[in-house]
């Protein structure tokens, strides 16, 4: 049996090809033409592996892009096209967008006997007639549908919207075709699942593969770095910065988006005044749209001195940071039955602490996923923060405990574990 995996947004699919291809199994990862490139050049699978070359044979490189007009039939996709083209010649833009012809699609997926995939591939799917074997969203509310490439809601512009109304009926429909929709999310992307009528499994994804040592010096890394020596306590804030709510979106739309990140610097500055003594290390990635907004709220907080900008870097290179890590930070969504993303996973499978939004009912958890929940300092509204560090800072052996505890639990029901129940839905 050979499997296609096609698309790779947060490297995802590269992690489920490798889990599958160390239980035997034939998966190749198809990539988008646009995966891991510009501001998503982290997620691309040599920032994933320090053994690139032993995945490199399994891994394919396609003309079609993870974007809206690959979902568009004919004559959307052509119209498309030819606006961008015209566009490009007036020099009202640097380049144009390529025409994605059902052939190419058909000949770009062809020879598999079994098709796994997220982002625009239902609509491309269903533009060909064929289905996917498994489909899973990497996006709140859907990719295409309410999550990532819905700008078109936006736009006033009526036939921009006739356009994507169009793409957005393919993906639908293309999703509802698929033999197996998987759903991790809860709250938005059930309410949306749902309200298109699709039915899926609750089951999470195996976002990141930890069959492989990550062992780098960091005092190797190409960018300046803190002497970690000098602090007991040292944060890692490497999820993307969203908080900043802009004035065009209106609160309950915001909500869906707002990582909420603010929350733990107003949280450590209060941590910091209540331990004048200690120097702790705050690091933080230079990742997303309201980096800017988090460095005037440092400065206003007076926290210069202990937070640490780095940059956006390969997995590899955060998997080792961890290692010197006290607490990993995921994100705050103010909503409920929200699960944690692929930095949560990093911290978890670190054997780490993970301070992270958590806001399930008793026994909620285990019974929409029929496994435990994860041993998590969980954050339900902002004042859940202080404690958390401060019951970190002051308490070795929960801090021990907990990270431990952290590590067995994502061996045993993420990663590896994991992956095999995918493999039994396919097998």
């Known amino acids: 049996m050979k499997i296609a995996l096609i698309g790779n947004m947060n490297n995802n699919n590269f992690s489920i090809m490798r889990y599958f291809r160390d239980n035997g199994v034939d998966a190749h990862l198809l990539l988008y033409s646009n995966d891991g490139i510009n501001d998503l050049s982290h997620f691309s699978p040599e920032n994933d592996t320090l053994d690139f070359n032993k995945w490199e044979p399994y891994i394919h490189l396609t003309k079609i892009p993870n974007a809206i007009n690959s979902g568009a039939s004919f004559p959307y996709s052509l119209l498309f096209y030819l606006r961008s083209l015209l566009m490009f010649i007036l020099k009202k833009q640097n380049t144009y967008i390529p025409y994605i012809s059902n052939k190419l699609i058909s000949d770009s997926f062809k020879g598999y006997d079994l098709y796994i995939s997220s982002g625009i591939t239902p609509a491309c799917f269903n533009r060909i007639n064929l289905k996917l074997d498994i489909f899973y ?24 919207k006739i356009f994507f109304n169009h793409v957005k009926k393919n993906q639908i429909s293309g999703i509802r075709k698929s033999k197996i929709i998987i759903n991790p999310d809860f709250n938005i992307t059930e309410k949306v699942l749902k309200k298109n009528n699709i039915n899926f499994l609750n089951l ?44 065009n979106i209106e609160l309950n739309d915001w909500k869906k988006i707002s990582k909420n990140n603010n929350w733990l610097f107003i949280e450590f500055a209060k941590f910091i005044n209540l331990n004048p003594d200690l120097r702790p290390i705050l690091l933080v990635v230079e990742y997303g749209p309201d980096v800017n907004e988090t460095k005037i ?13 780095l940059p956006i870097m390969p997995r590899y290179q955060i998997m080792s940071i961890l290692k010197y890590v006290t607490i990993g930070v995921g994100e705050f969504y103010d909503l409920s039955k929200i699960i944690w993303g692929g930095a949560g996973y990093e911290v978890l499978a670190s ?10 009912d008793i026994d909620e958890f285990s019974t929409i996923y029929k496994i435990p929940e994860p041993p998590l300092l969980k954050v339900v509204k902002q004042s859940d923060i202080l404690p958390h560090l401060l019951k970190i800072y002051t308490d070795i052996n929960y801090k021990q405990l907990i990270g431990k505890n952290a590590k067995e639990w994502f061996n045993k029901y993420n990663g590896i574990g994991l992956a095999k129940k995918w493999l039994d839905l396919i097998q």
């Open 204 to 247: 999470p994804i195996p976002l990141l593969y930890n069959n492989e040592n990550f062992n780098i010096n960091i005092k190797k890394l190409n960018f300046t770095f803190p002497d970690l020596t000098k602090s007991n306590f040292i944060l890692l804030h490497h999820s993307r910065l969203i908080w900043n709510k802009p004035d």
């Open 351 to 360: 054997g780490k602490p993970l301070l992270q939004s958590f806001d399930f």
């Open 137 to 160: 969203p990497y996006s709140t509310g859907i990719e295409y549908i309410e999550g990532d490439g819905t700008a078109g809601v936006m736009i006033k512009n009526n036939l921009s």
């Open 297 to 309: 709220l440092i400065e206003k907080l007076n926290l210069s001195e202990y937070v640490f900008w």
